[in-house]
């Protein structure tokens, strides 16, 4: 098997996928998912860096995102991940000990790596826009994907605040 290769060498926008270990449901809680876009939004300002669009689902998290020098994707998605990864544990621990005693900690909160697609144009930047924000909808969570408060699919529809500020790339 060929060995996954994430390309980082041109500016573009990735689109992003991270899995919670084991496909847990760690992020069904809206407070996890609170976390995730508040690292979200440090790792955002911190790099200069631009969130095209995301969606949290309770298992997984896709975004798009573009750094506006090459080579520093690895870097964003590592303190994301670290640092979501800490404070959820933390407030579980804190806020909700009878969950963690019930599904376990789990040897670490996110799946080892993340997958990155590179966007080279306006037509797969809309693709994989479409794609991610139906995902609440195809998992059955809400009858459209505009009612799913953990995405930016509220913002491209009628310009809703999401809690990421959301910059279209060109």
């Given at each position: 098997?060929?060995?996954?290769?994430?390309?980082?060498?041109?500016?573009?926008?990735?689109f992003v996928t991270f899995n919670v270990y084991r496909r847990r449901?760690?992020?069904?809680?809206?407070?996890?998912?609170?976390?995730?876009?508040?690292?979200?939004?440090?790792?955002?300002?911190?790099?200069?860096?631009?969130?095209?669009?995301?969606?949290?689902?309770?298992?997984?998290?896709?975004?798009?995102?573009?750094?506006?020098?090459?080579?520093?994707?690895?870097?964003?998605?590592?303190?994301?991940?670290?640092?979501?990864?800490?404070?959820?544990?933390?407030?579980?621990?804190?806020?909700?000990?009878?969950?963690?005693?019930?599904?376990?900690?789990?040897?670490?909160?996110?799946?080892?790596?993340?997958?990155?697609?590179?966007?080279?144009?306006?037509?797969?930047?809309?693709?994989?826009?479409?794609?991610?924000?139906?995902?609440?909808?195809?998992?059955?969570?809400?009858?459209?994907?505009?009612?799913?408060?953990?995405?930016?699919?509220?913002?491209?529809?009628?310009?809703?605040?999401?809690?990421?500020?959301?910059?279209?790339?060109?």
């Open positions: 098997m060929a060995k996954r290769r994430i390309i980082d060498d041109a500016l573009y926008a990735h449901r760690l992020l069904d809680l809206d407070h996890p998912k609170r976390i995730c876009l508040g690292v979200l939004n440090s790792q955002l300002e911190l790099f200069r860096a631009k969130c095209v669009g995301f969606v949290i689902m309770p298992d997984h998290v896709h975004g798009i995102i573009w750094l506006p020098e090459p080579g520093r994707l690895s870097t964003f998605m590592h303190g994301w991940k670290r640092m979501s990864s800490f404070s959820i544990r933390q407030w579980y621990r804190e806020s909700v000990p009878n969950y963690v005693r019930e599904f376990g900690e789990g040897e670490q909160f996110w799946q080892p790596k993340y997958h990155a697609f590179e966007i080279y144009g306006r037509p797969k930047l809309e693709e994989k826009l479409n794609y991610m924000h139906q995902n609440p909808e195809r998992a059955g969570l809400v009858e459209r994907a505009v009612d799913w408060r953990w995405s930016s699919a509220r913002w491209y529809d009628n310009k809703t605040s999401v809690g990421v500020p959301i910059e279209w790339v060109e």
